[in-house]
């Protein structure tokens, strides 16, 4: 059907979708490319449909409108389309920018998904269920949570052969490992994990991630309640158990709040992990919570956080562009539009509830796929029971997440600045506005279409948040006693990450990372007319020039600056000074301010807001520890916090390493050597590869297809084990992979060597051999990727093994001969990921 649909459409090359959306984005290369290569409609096999954005807002608003056919009073294509358009107003995020009208790709338009048990349950029937649904939603684009405090405590009894529990710790690396192994378009899936303070073994998961290499697939939070942090305040005991609140638990564990929590600063200042979500606060708050006892009592939260959900339950996104609302922006008139927004927010909130229809015809599809599969009915249960579940709560609760980006520019273009008392007053003022508008839109899509099916509003009648909504707006809240209303909940404030680049704003609540960085690019110093501006240390040259935030050059236009003029470093800062953007970057804002802009943001917000603060790297731990118990009186809902540079260099190895002035590799190979399993996907092959570890350094890389006859197979819970070197009676040596299985008996897939294409074996060893001689993994990645092939199989390999190895690289380390694709600078390693830490652009490979 699929390649059917391809052929009636018109096809674009890369060159020609590239080249027109560089006229639609004004020449700004970066939001080209994103949007060619993340969002552009394009099948398997690579083909292009959609020339810019217009032909995908289109796409959009051809669907949306066919769901509003459906109701009464419907908006026309053209009328969501012009909303849609240029990313000006409202902007749909990845998940439903992607999915809507794409009949190529059998995927969810859920950006999140929380899972869990309808009850108590810490079999390892039930982690194993949990570990399939998560892959399964994963596969399907979407983000997971799940919260591991109904796990037992480590050394409570058991009743099989292992007598005693292991506790929370190897499950965390066995959700980390499933999320590592699936692909996402190019980028691996994405997980929260998150446990309650009262848990026994909470201790034990805020350090998991400390150790080198660990659970390094999953975002980690821990869920704290107000007794912890009145205890913390008070320098108090607090009691731990299992179950977690329990009124007649099974485990009890008296400990020094503050000594717990000294460990969870001390770990978010040299890491920026665990995250806090204050679960209290969340609880309380929650308009769905009222309904807990039908299914939507809310157990963790989406991996960003700003989606506190009850297991099966999803949400979609959607930001309105604020800056878009500012008239005469950067003038003495500038001027909030709050009239168009209103108009805005109601058809914003509309849009979320149409694409929850478009949602459920996806869901429809995903099942019809599922059973047309030739798998065993047994194997495709979980499968098909997850997405019916999914299905319902979509369809009974019709949860909505509308929310806002360009808040930073925003503020700016309105002449305040990001932090100031002015600026949040405003700021919540617009929140308020936002969440009064989306919920009276809600009311009137109950009074058209109907309310959800168990909306009740005794339940509801003294949620906080829903008795500020009452006193904001006495005439909405008794028009929602009459008809009730369509979304069980309604917003949230996300990061809109790389739809802020199309934007061109800054993104979500965020202030400016930098309004002026500079971009270098490689010349020919020999050429006529290139100016050479930085040699780098191998003796490249480049030319360096100015990239102003887009928002900024619109505000230096505004004041008569020209935006084509060479500046030094003088004349910059002397431009910023001058600027709204002046001491009110990420990096700039008062810390203190910005949880507390937070928190009274967060009252207008029914979900949560995802937002980190970002400290300079001289910070103290108490300052951090201050931020969080700011953050809890302020009535945040979570908090990260990240000190630059605190991922870098600064985790230790689950082996004492030497200094490298005293590390050697040696020279004749160990016997026996400690062995990791990377699993990933390249293309739609899975392949596997076992690195042979030295003291915790790779020292040699055995890689291959995973599935093929010839290849290995393994059990997915094998993430690590030994090489075992043997020599035959002819003296023939082979390498063999030791595990052990769950029940503790040792298992051994023989001859490493030979169980892969040969090819591939003999480049092995080259690229083994560089690894023994001590060679940076940095570097030894970099080698590799000038290798060159002819055959588009050993590429292929060639690219799987750089993505095993990026594992190994410390973070921090800076990748040589590679720079942001966005401004030209270094760009360092962050957990196998390509960070630069001048403008904040990522690159997963």
């Known amino acids: 059907m699929n390649e059917q649909v391809a052929t009636k459409k018109k096809t674009y090359t890369q060159e020609e979708a590239f080249k027109s959306s560089l006229d639609y984005f004004k020449g700004d290369e970066l939001a080209a490319r994103v949007w060619v290569n993340k969002y552009a409609l394009k099948d398997s096999f690579g083909n292009i449909f959609e020339k810019n954005p217009n032909d995908m807002h289109r796409r959009l608003a051809k669907e949306i409108s066919r769901i509003e056919k459906t109701y009464a009073n419907p908006l026309t294509e053209d009328e969501i389309f012009e909303v849609l358009r240029d990313f000006k107003y409202i902007v749909p995020q990845g998940g439903p920018m992607t999915g809507i009208g794409n009949d190529f790709q059998i995927a969810s338009l859920s950006n999140c998904f929380v899972i869990g048990h309808d009850g108590p349950s810490d079999s390892y029937g039930g982690v194993m269920k949990i570990d399939q649904e998560q892959v399964q939603l994963m596969k399907r684009r979407g983000g997971v949570g799940h919260d591991l405090s109904h796990i037992r405590p480590k050394g409570s009894p058991v009743k099989n052969s292992a007598l005693t529990s292991t506790g929370i710790v190897p499950f965390m690396e066995r959700y980390s490992n499933s999320t590592r192994e699936v692909a996402q378009d190019g980028r691996r899936g994405a997980l929260m994990l998150s446990v309650s303070i009262n848990h026994p073994d909470s201790e034990s998961f805020i350090d998991a991630k400390m150790t080198e290499g660990k659970v390094t697939g999953a975002n980690v939070s821990v869920k704290i309640d107000d007794a912890f942090m009145q205890a913390v305040v008070e320098d108090k005991s607090y009691v731990q158990s299992y179950p977690v609140y329990s009124e007649n638990p099974k485990n009890v564990k008296e400990i020094n709040a503050r000594q717990l929590w000294n460990k969870i600063v001390h770990n978010a200042w040299k890491s920026a992990e665990p995250g806090i979500l204050f679960w209290d606060t969340i609880i309380r708050e929650s308009v769905p919570d009222c309904y807990a006892d039908l299914g939507y009592r809310t157990v963790s939260t989406n991996p960003c956080g700003e989606i506190p959900l009850c297991p099966y339950d999803s949400c979609r996104l959607l930001a309105i562009n604020l800056y878009s609302y500012v008239l005469d922006p950067f003038t003495d008139k500038a001027r909030f539009d709050f009239e168009l927004f209103k108009t805005h927010v109601a058809i914003a909130q509309r849009i979320m509830d149409d694409i929850i229809d478009l949602e459920l015809e996806k869901i429809d599809t995903i099942l019809d796929k599922i059973d047309a599969d030739p798998e065993d009915e047994e194997i495709k249960g979980v499968e098909i029971r997850l997405w019916q579940k999914i299905r319902r709560k979509a369809k009974e609760g019709r949860r909505t997440g509308v929310g806002i980006t360009a808040e930073g520019d925003m503020l700016a273009a309105l002449g305040y600045r990001y932090g100031s008392e002015e600026a949040t007053d405003f700021a919540v003022k617009i929140q308020k506005t936002l969440a009064v508008e989306a919920y009276r839109s809600s009311v009137h899509l109950a009074k058209d279409r109907g309310s959800f099916k168990i909306f009740d509003a005794k339940r509801e009648e003294n949620n906080p948040y829903i008795l500020r909504l009452k006193e904001a707006d006495p005439e909405m809240y008794e028009e929602m006693l009459r008809y009730g209303r369509r979304n069980i909940a309604c917003l949230t404030i996300a990061p809109t990450g790389t739809t802020s680049l199309m934007t061109q704003t800054t993104s979500g609540i965020e202030p400016v990372f930098m309004p002026v960085y500079k971009r270098r690019r490689k010349v020919n110093p020999g050429d006529q007319n290139v100016r050479v501006d930085f040699v780098d240390e191998s003796g490249d040259s480049y030319e360096e020039f100015i990239v102003f935030h887009h928002k900024f050059a619109e505000w230096m236009k505004v004041k008569g600056f020209d ?109 026996e050597l400690d062995a990791e399993v990377v699993r990933f996907q390249n293309n739609k092959e899975k392949w596997i590869a076992f690195v042979g570890l030295y003291q915790g350094r790779p020292y040699e890389i055995f890689t291959g297809i995973a599935d093929d006859e010839e290849g290995i197979m393994l059990p997915k819970s094998v993430v690590s084990g030994k090489i075992v070197k043997h020599y035959d009676e002819e003296g023939n040596s082979r390498y063999d992979f030791q595990f052990s299985n769950k029940r503790g008996f040792k298992t051994t897939v023989e001859g490493l060597s030979y169980k892969f294409n040969k090819e591939y074996w003999n480049y092995a060893k080259l690229i083994s051999g560089v690894l023994r001689y001590g060679m940076p993994i940095h570097q030894i990645i970099g080698l590799i990727g000038t290798m060159e092939f002819d055959s588009e199989n050993i590429n292929t390999w060639k690219n799987g093994v750089e993505r095993a190895l990026k594992k190994y690289v410390p973070d921090g380390t800076e990748a040589a001969g590679e720079v942001c694709e966005n401004c030209g600078s270094p760009v360092v390693y962050q957990e196998g990921c390509l960070i630069c830490k001048t403008c904040g652009t990522s690159k997963c490979g």
Not at 594 to 612: A, F
Request: with cysteine; net charge neutral.
């Open 563 to 671: 935006i084509n003029k060479h500046y030094s470093d003088e004349e910059i800062d002397e431009l910023v000074a001058k600027s709204p953007y002046y001491k009110a970057t990420s990096n700039d804002i008062d810390w203190v301010a910005k949880v507390r802009m937070q928190g009274m943001i967060q009252k207008w917000v029914d979900h949560s807001i995802s937002v980190t603060v970002n400290l300079p790297s001289d910070v103290t731990e108490e300052l951090v520890g201050q931020l969080y118990v700011e953050a809890w009186k302020s009535g945040c809902k979570g908090c990260t916090v990240y000190r630059d540079g605190s991922r870098a260099g600064v985790l230790i190895s689950a082996k004492e390493k030497k200094g490298p002035e005293q590390f050697s590799m040696p020279s004749k190979r160990p016997m």
